[in-house]
């Protein structure tokens, strides 16, 4: 019942505005003050356990990576080299949208990122040669999602930390996801090129137009490969190669005087402000999980769902369920923190493997971001291209459909998210 009376006062302070993080700290202090068998002592502990994590340096490192390539000439590169390798096929921009993020989500971890570094690039362009502003809105979010699941990915940090997996088998387990959602959406574009007579645009680059471009983003690739590669080869700690990774990026806008002392104190100055909200959450998640194991509440919540099912295919379900609901109303980081200690036991029990399950919370989470009535992703769509959120959301319901068959595919297919970590 304590436990119940912390959810609820939660709720409420989310539902009447207060940030998340205080809105998790309030109730659970009040509960650190009030119970009988704890006190304020127990809470500095608890907190300072939870950010003492050598994994969790990782988040500034990839938020500074992308902060990095937001004001380089990344995105510009990445976007010339898809179109013009994909000028002469119909319906080409929509193909240049998800592969300008599929390249761009190798060196950012964030999808509010690219919704807002892509948005303002890909949407003018589209809407300017012929496509409809809805098409080009809606595949600009969906494929904005394919960011976090590949890494570099927060949310795959924030799984990993809470989750106690290894966070280099939690990063590539994301690829996996992350290519099928690409396919899945380059089958969409397919289709709906097809059924609408899509233009084929005749801004496309000859030979050696292309291999210039190819020239030019190459240097660009070196990030995930120092990261992905240092990673794979045992090189590197996914903490260490994010920062190799970091200095790299750095070093080339240097080189292409792309950065200056400005630019770089306003990336940092970004990346300050945006792990300072994460940390908070962190810490306020710790205090919330503390309560739950005092409580019992993940022993009462898997007898509740054994009781129900024994069969892990129906428990998957529930749990989409329920995460694409939860994903509707809280922002994906803060959702990992709260749910995957209560969720991640439970799993174990119907022997779903930890990776796996990661990758199925992550997606699902990251849908959430295209949903009324938080949908973090469209509101940044709409401050950045200046169209009405209304219209944005209406744009995106129709993208909705083939991530979520993206989604199930990922939840019933383990060997998506396991067949790189196996390696």
């Known amino acids: 019942m304590t436990l119940l009376l912390v959810l ?29 068998n704890t006190s304020l002592a127990s809470v500095a502990p608890t907190i300072v356990s ?19 390539a937001g004001r380089t000439s990344a995105t510009e590169k990445i976007f010339n080299f898809a ?13 240049v949208n998800i592969g300008t993020s599929l390249g761009f989500s190798w060196i950012s971890g964030s999808a509010i990122s690219d919704a807002a570094a892509l948005s303002k690039i890909l949407v003018p362009n ?11 809105l809606g595949i600009t979010a969906a494929s904005s999602v394919i960011s976090p699941i590949m890494p570099p990915s927060i949310a795959a940090v924030l799984y990993a930390v809470v989750s106690g997996v290894s966070l280099g088998g939690m990063l590539l387990a994301g690829i996996g996801p992350a290519l099928l959602i690409t396919a899945i959406l380059c089958m969409y574009t397919w289709l709906w090129a097809r059924f609408t007579k ?48 970091v200095l790299y990026l750095l070093l080339l806008g240097l080189i292409e005087k792309k950065i200056n002392p400005r630019a770089l104190g306003s990336a940092l100055a970004e990346t300050g402000r945006t792990v300072g909200s994460i940390m908070l959450i962190v ?30 295919l129906v428990f998957l379900l529930i749990v989409n369920v329920l995460l694409l609901v939860v994903g509707m109303v809280l922002e994906a980081g803060a959702a990992i923190l709260l749910l995957v200690p209560i969720l991640l036991p439970i799993a174990a029990q119907y022997g779903i493997d930890p990776l796996h399950f990661g990758c199925i919370v992550i997606l699902n989470l990251l849908i959430g971001l295209l949903t009324p009535p ?36 990922v939840t019933y297919i383990p060997i998506i998210s396991l067949w790189i970590p196996n390696l």
């Open 50 to 68: 939870s950010i003492d994590s050598f994994p969790l340096v990782a988040v500034p490192m990839f938020l500074l990576l992308g902060a990095i």
């Open 126 to 136: 589209m809407v300017r040669r012929g496509y409809p502003r809805t098409y080009s």
């Open 83 to 95: 179109e013009s390798a994909l000028g002469n096929v119909r319906g080409n921009l929509g193909y």
């Open 8 to 36: 609820v006062a939660f709720l409420v302070l989310l539902l009447v505005g207060v940030p998340i993080a205080f809105a998790i700290f309030i109730p659970s202090l009040a509960y650190f003050v009030l119970s009988p």
């Open 198 to 245: 899509a233009p084929i645009d005749s801004e496309s680059s000859d030979g050696p137009g292309r291999w210039r471009t190819l020239r030019a983003v190459l240097p660009v690739f070196g990030a995930p490969v120092i990261l992905i590669g240092g990673i794979l080869g045992g090189v590197f700690t996914p903490t260490e190669a994010s920062a190799v990774a």
């Open 283 to 312: 810490a306020a998640a710790s205090l919330f999980g503390r309560i739950v194991t005092l409580e019992d509440g993940a022993r009462l919540l898997s007898e509740f769902l054994l009781s129900l099912t024994e069969n892990p």
């Open 374 to 409: 938080l949908g973090l992703l469209t509101y940044v769509l709409s401050a950045s291209t200046n169209v009405p959120i209304a219209e944005v959301f209406r744009s995106v319901a129709v993208v909705l459909i083939p991530l979520i068959i993206g989604l199930f595919l």
